[in-house]
């Protein structure tokens, strides 16, 4: 599940961490400045662009992570359709598809333990949280929501191999079953390294 890091290297791996998780909530921020499916096209265009500079194998790993986006994206687009708003769900599918493509960029060109340096720097200086620890937490997210729906693809792949119906709320119980086994398994892992990482061991050497 921690495993989303690409293993050949790249000029985005040389990049550090800070500003690329930077750019992410700026790029949140442009696209929603914009109203414009061009606009959106074109952050969309300049993302797979990144990719691709990358590499070719890199490109296709995140295109196939993007596999399950897929679903939600047809949704919005026959739900425009249907509704008669297509230029607007065609934005809302653009918009999507760009965010969660540069989140992988990001996950897949940065250590896990890179990201979670960089945000727990600023979050020092907030006396009240320890920073190592949020930061953490903050970056199990980040790996838990493409693990999540990496899952829920499988589990819609299998039910249609078996069925011609379709899943809808079958797969809430399978999913949350996996879910929870998954945390167990990742609770384990975090134990057997000796726990969560916190920064009250360092203001403790600091007072010393």
């Not at 495993?3 to 992410?24: D, F, I, M, N, Q």
């Not at 979050?123 to 949020?134: G, N, S």
């Not at 996996?178 to 061991?201: E, K, S, Y």
């Amino acid at each position: 599940m921690l495993t989303l890091l690409y293993p050949s290297e790249s000029w985005l791996h040389r990049v550090p961490a800070g500003p690329k998780l930077t750019a992410l909530p700026l790029l949140s921020v442009a696209l929603l400045a914009f109203d414009s499916v061009a606009v959106s096209a074109g952050a969309g265009l300049a993302v797979g662009v990144l990719a691709l500079s990358c590499g070719r194998g890199f490109a296709l790993r995140a295109l196939a992570s993007l596999k399950p986006v897929a679903i939600f994206v047809v949704l919005v687009l026959a739900w425009g359709w249907i509704d008669g708003t297509l230029e607007n769900g065609l934005r809302i599918a653009l918009r999507l598809l760009t965010l969660v493509g540069a989140a992988l960029l990001v996950t897949m060109s940065t250590r896990f333990d890179a990201m979670m340096e960089a945000v727990a720097r600023p979050l020092r200086r907030l006396k009240i949280v320890d920073a190592a620890r949020l930061a953490f937490v903050a970056m199990l997210v980040l790996r838990f929501v493409p693990a999540m729906i990496a899952r829920l693809g499988a589990l819609q792949d299998s039910w249609r191999a078996r069925s011609s119906r379709r899943a809808g709320w079958r797969l809430v119980m399978p999913f949350m079953i996996g879910a929870l086994d998954d945390a167990d398994h990742v609770t384990d892992a975090i134990r057997a390294r000796g726990g969560m990482p916190t920064d009250r061991a360092r203001e403790d050497d600091t007072q010393r």
